[in-house]
Each structure stands twice: as C-alpha cells, then as structure tokens.
C-alpha cells in the first residue's frame, strides 16, 4: 500500500492528520473477516445471502475490500494500512463465497443502510461487485433507483468500473449514473514483468447513455490488503495479508479518500465531495473513457 497510496498522493502527512475518524462507510460485498487491523470498528453486519449474525467472509474479497479502506495496518507496521484506518465500517453481506448474488439481496441491503444511516453515520456506501451477464435492464434499473435515492440522503455512492474492458461502453452497469461515482484502474508507471496491469481491462465508457465514464481512476494491480486467511499461530499471525488486482481494489481507494474529505469537513454534502475527488485528480493524458478526470489526488482534494 506504501506504493499505492504515493501514486494517489495520500501523504504520511495526511495520515497523520485524517484518518477518517467517527466517519462510517458501508461495504456490500462477501462478508468481513474479524482481522486485528479493523479493531472494534465494524460498528454492523447483515448477512443477506446465509442469515448468520456474526461477520463473516467465506471468499475473502470483501474483506480485502475493507482493508484498503479501513485497515489500520497493525500487523504489519503500518505498511498495509488502508486509506482512512480509523473510520467504521458497516458491512453487508449481498454475495456467496463464489461471488454470486441476488439483485434482490442488493435491494434489501441499500433499504438497511438508509435505515441505519442516522444511527452509524454512513456517509458512503463502497459496491466493489458487478452483476452476471443476464441480469435484465429492468432489475439494474431498479438499483440504479435506490442507489440515487441513497444519494439524495447524503451518502456518497462510490462503484467499480467493472473488468470487462478495454472496448468502450464495458462499464458495469451500476456505474451508469451520474449520481454514483464510478472509478476505473490505473496504475501510472507501475510495471512488473508478468503482470498483467488492471487498466488493461477496467471497464470504460461511455454508458449506453452516453454519459461520460469513469469519473476517475486509481490503482487496481497487486493491491496488498487485508486477508481473510489471517490465522493466529501462538503469538504471531499468518497470513495477515495478500494481493488481488481488479476494479474492486481501486474503488475503496476512493471510498477511503471521501472518509478524509469527511473528517475534514462533516458538513460536505454528497455532491461536493463527489466534485472535490473529480476536480482534484491528476490529468494523466489518457483518453477520458479510460481515466475520467484523471488519477485520484488526496492531498490535492483536501486542500481545495
């Protein structure tokens, strides 16, 4: 993460001055794994899929997802801590340990969170899942709608662009609207023989709508997080961490960035943090289907 947060400009000079504290983000994606590096921060958990009332994560994604934006890096020193390592999580579970789930699940999982929004201080909702190929217009649309009416009560949406590009129009489908922020890979001059760069597949725009896409990009390749793996042997852990690359990775990069914009200044309707992150990013030359506004910027989005 030491390399990542250096191509987004998250400074330890940021860190050491936001953290996301008392800011909460909602997760939906597999579960969170009670790892050491999320402390007593995972305020709640609903288990969508298999009802259980414990968190849990039986694929691991959603706890990696969670650690890019939440872990305190505690295992390690510092190195592998997430974007805003002192904010809350509330976490749902709308996917099975293959991935998979219910439009249905999705649907009771945003209704949840604009239940308990007052309650937990949610103020941005991170969706690091995109949806089966058969999935019909009507059911996304359906989304689409709750999500905006998430919007409208101040929570940021913040979706991945999805891993079906580079061909135009592969956004996923959540990320079609001009109320959700959605971001896409890139990973500026990170190269590594045998490595496959996720800005070689992250989804691009435009939407069947025309609507430019993404809004911005970060790095998706090799993202070191938290692992739901992590075991505790004697007096030490295994295990603690591991890498995935995609779309997913990058999202809650941004949804760690928004929690600083947030302890910074609480008053931020959804809207002008969304503008902040937009207008901030660094110009990367690219074509905008590929990069939106460019790469995310913190340092530059917290002083503007």
């Excluded at 890019?68 to 976490?91: D, E, F, H, W």
């Excluded at 604009?114 to 690091?128: M, P, V």
């Excluded at 135009?168 to 959700?180: A, D, E």
């Excluded at 939106?292 to 917290?302: C, D, E, T």
Aim: glycine share 8%.
């Amino acid at each position: 993460m030491w390399r990542v947060k250096k191509q987004i400009n998250c400074t330890e000079e940021v860190n050491e001055k936001y953290r996301g504290k008392n800011i909460s983000v909602a997760v939906l994606d597999t579960g969170i794994f009670f790892h050491p590096d999320f402390s007593n921060r995972i305020l709640a958990f609903q288990d969508f899929v298999n009802h259980q009332k414990s968190p849990y994560d039986d694929s691991g994604h959603g706890t990696h997802v969670a650690g890019c934006i939440a872990g305190n890096g505690s295992l390690s020193g510092g190195k592998y801590s997430g974007i805003a390592p002192s904010c809350n999580l509330i976490v749902g579970k709308i996917l099975d340990k293959n991935g998979d789930g219910k439009i249905r699940n999705m649907l009771e999982a945003i209704q949840w969170i604009s239940t308990y929004k007052e309650k937990y201080n949610i103020r941005i909702l991170n969706i690091s899942v995109g949806f089966e190929e058969n999935v019909t217009a009507e059911k996304v649309q359906k989304l689409i709608v709750a999500l905006e009416e998430l919007y409208k009560q101040n929570i940021l949406i913040i979706v991945a662009a999805g891993n079906k590009g580079p061909n135009s129009r592969s956004i996923s489908p959540l990320g079609m609207s001009n109320k959700i922020l959605t971001v896409g890979c890139h990973d500026l001059d990170y190269v590594k023989v045998g490595v496959t760069l996720c800005e070689t597949y992250s989804g691009r725009g435009p939407t069947n709508f025309s609507l430019k896409k993404p809004d911005l990009v970060a790095p998706g390749t090799n993202i070191y997080s938290t692992s739901f793996q992590c075991k505790k042997v004697g007096n030490y852990y295994t295990n603690a961490y591991e890498t995935k690359s995609g779309t997913s990775f990058a999202t809650p990069l941004v949804s760690g960035a928004a929690a600083l914009l947030l302890e910074k200044n609480e008053l931020l309707s959804t809207q002008e943090i969304k503008y902040r992150l937009c207008y901030s990013a660094t110009d990367l030359k690219e074509p905008w289907n590929k990069q939106g506004w460019g790469m995310l910027n913190i340092k530059r989005a917290l002083e503007i």
